[in-house]
């Protein structure tokens, strides 16, 4: 991508890049990067070396070399990076890579780079070019409701072009100009509101042909495109989102070097017979501000804002997250934060720092980003240098959510150590993003390393696991005295109950039924903890708690508390913080109590709990 310089640097006129002169009229943001000027020239082939393909190990995670020839050989003296990543969410196994190109990294000239994978990302093929001798760069991917691959891809006059593939990026097809302008994004609405597949776009106030308008919209897959737009707040470096029900989020950064971050929202983006409107903008404290040329990566980016939202479906559906890597202090000059918002952006959580190596030791954590699985997994990968004083290796690193961000999952390594300054292209950076999309069975990564030495895009896949599911293989009663049933009739919803009553007068405030289920897990440290039960109680006005025994603690954690229902109604609770507390490490158990009782004295009476299944899953 193409850096910009601070509003108070802006510049006015025209600048003649090689044989083509362009006008710029934004009224903000308008440094025209010298970047996109020619070094040498940019034809001038260099003659066929060939190496090894590469594919790099660590521990259990495998990055698989992208950008290598039909015979699967790397191709020696080039440069590839930025890469962006795109998966048919109807078939995991086909996905295609952009990325930028650089056929003799002795220049500056760049071409847009593809390649595809058929098993998964185990084995890719690099066809080509989109065009070939043309400049391209700042490639974004994304995929339609109806599996078409789409390609943005910026020219060198600051003009998108988009292109199609419905072969899973074997192939692509120009469908059409697309306005855009530098550091383009775009998202696809594939939700079932009244805008799925609609496309969205927004780029940055500098490198514009605009007059600093930034958005646009196509409602026919980009065979055409709405007149650019203002947006209220003007976000630079970000991206864009859509919730379940098609509302449009768009976030970003205020400036280069600002610690204000904006996030934009349209509730009629998704309706096309009007130009959409969007509302003043809330702001963002992520706890720093943005990275731009940073000593790790001389001429980008530390790392944009993304824009999350959750279309899960659950406890965190249209949850709205905002991620990026922000310099906090000379002692943390680039940290991974977080905030969340459950209230549609209005307002935003305190940041959280997801990163959780040692605070003030001068390392850099960049080009943070973030990507929701179907089941509202939040995956959040990014350079590190943690290992290396001299900030001069960076590994790539993983963290996970499975609570709405609430909590994270300790830090996991996923690639060996890189030297972030080899092979650069003539431009000294790595890029300026990743290419992250995750499934339900972990993030799928595509990065730039220098694995061999110069700069190439890899890809890999960290599987998590399949999560198990445990049904309970005991219970027991604290409280209450048992009618009928057993463990049969927890396994399945059916109504067939395990039917308890309470045996004696209590006090208010205690259960007087209370149900210990077991079971025993495979899993000692699981990455998600979710306990589901199906019951109901005879008379009105009592309550159900739910709690998860803690191993560590020996003692019994409350996780959820709700009215009791006359008629058969389901609860699923996800715990948080460290997971492993709520397994036995010694053999395997997990607990957890089903407590029934009433806001008054409780007298021994005919009243009666019917629990027709109970179980939990865990990932691993």
């Not at 086909?94 to 595809?116: C, D, L, P, T, V």
């Not at 990507?371 to 590190?384: E, K, S």
């Not at 300026?432 to 061999?452: C, H, I, K, Q, R």
């Not at 604290?478 to 009618?483: D, K, V």
């Amino acid at each position: 991508m193409f850096i910009s310089l601070p509003k108070c640097l802006a510049l006015v006129g025209a600048l003649s890049l090689s044989s083509f002169t362009m006008v710029s009229a934004q009224t903000k943001h308008k440094h025209i990067p010298p970047e996109m000027e020619y070094q040498e020239d940019p034809y001038r082939p260099l003659p066929p070396v060939y190496s090894a393909g590469k594919t790099s190990v660590h521990g259990a995670y495998t990055s698989v070399q992208v950008n290598v020839d039909n015979l699967g050989r790397n191709i020696v003296g080039d440069a590839a990076n930025e890469p962006s990543l795109v998966l048919n969410p109807a078939n995991l196994n086909q996905m295609s890579i952009g990325w930028r190109q650089f056929n003799n990294r002795s220049s500056n000239f760049r071409q847009a780079g593809f390649a595809y994978s058929t098993n998964g990302g185990q084995t890719w093929t690099f066809p080509g070019l989109l065009q070939n001798n043309v400049f391209r760069s700042d490639p974004v991917l994304d995929v339609d409701p109806n599996g078409k691959f789409l390609y943005l891809s910026l020219q060198q006059s600051f003009f998108d072009d988009l292109y199609g593939s419905t072969n899973g990026g074997q192939s692509y097809s120009l469908i059409g100009p697309a306005d855009g302008g530098d550091k383009e994004w775009l998202v696809v609405d594939r939700t079932n509101s009244t805008g799925r597949g609609f496309i969205y776009q927004l780029w940055s106030t500098a490198g514009n042909n605009y007059g600093g308008r930034q958005f646009s919209r196509s409602t026919n897959g980009g065979s055409s495109w709405m007149n650019p737009i203002n947006l209220p707040r003007a976000p630079i470096w970000g991206t864009l989102d859509v919730s379940s029900n098609g509302d449009l989020y768009v976030g970003g950064g205020d400036d280069a070097g600002s610690s204000i971050y904006w996030l934009d929202k349209s509730l009629n983006a998704k309706n096309g017979s009007v130009t959409p409107t969007f509302d003043a903008g809330t702001q963002v404290n992520l706890g720093g501000s943005n990275v731009w040329n940073p000593p790790v990566n001389p001429a980008g980016l530390g790392g944009q804002a993304y824009v999350a939202v959750d279309k899960s479906g659950g406890s965190t559906n249209n949850n709205v997250y905002m991620l990026s890597s922000v310099s906090v202090n000379g002692s943390n000059p680039s940290d991974v934060h977080f905030v969340r918002s459950t209230n549609g952006g209005q307002t935003f959580s305190s940041p959280i720092r997801i990163n959780d190596d040692s605070l003030n030791t001068n390392r850099y954590h960049w080009m943070a980003a973030m990507a929701l699985a179907p089941n509202g997994r939040i995956d959040v990968t990014w350079f590190d240098t943690r290992a290396d004083s001299t900030n001069t290796f960076s590994a790539l690193y993983y963290s996970y959510s499975t609570d709405g961000g609430l909590t994270w999952a300790q830090n996991i390594q996923l690639s060996q150590p890189f030297n972030h300054f080899l092979g650069y292209p003539n431009q000294d950076k790595i890029g300026d993003y990743m290419g992250l999309v995750s499934d339900n069975s972990g993030p799928n990564v595509a990065y730039a390393a220098t694995f061999n030495g110069e700069e190439d895009v890899y890809f890999l896949h960290a599987n998590l696991g399949s999560p198990i599911t445990l049904l309970p293989n005991a219970f027991s009663l604290f409280r209450g005295i048992l009618i009928s049933g057993g463990l049969t009739e927890l396994a399945s919803s059916d109504d067939q109950y395990l039917v308890v009553r309470p045996g004696f007068t209590l006090n208010a405030g205690e259960a007087p039924v209370q149900i210990i289920l077991s079971s025993t897990s495979s899993i000692a440290s699981p990455s998600a903890f979710q306990f589901a039960e199906e019951s109901h109680v005879s008379i009105s006005g009592l309550s159900q708690k739910i709690a998860l025994f803690n191993f560590v603690t020996q003692q019994f954690e409350e996780v959820d508390s709700r009215a009791a229902t006359t008629t058969d109604s389901s609860a699923t609770v996800n715990a948080g913080g460290t997971l492993s507390r709520l397994v036995d490490q010694g053999n395997g158990e997990v607990r957890t109590r089903l407590s029934y009782l009433a806001a008054g004295p409780i007298f021994t009476y005919p009243w009666f709990t019917y629990v027709d299944q109970a179980s939990w899953t865990l990932a691993p």
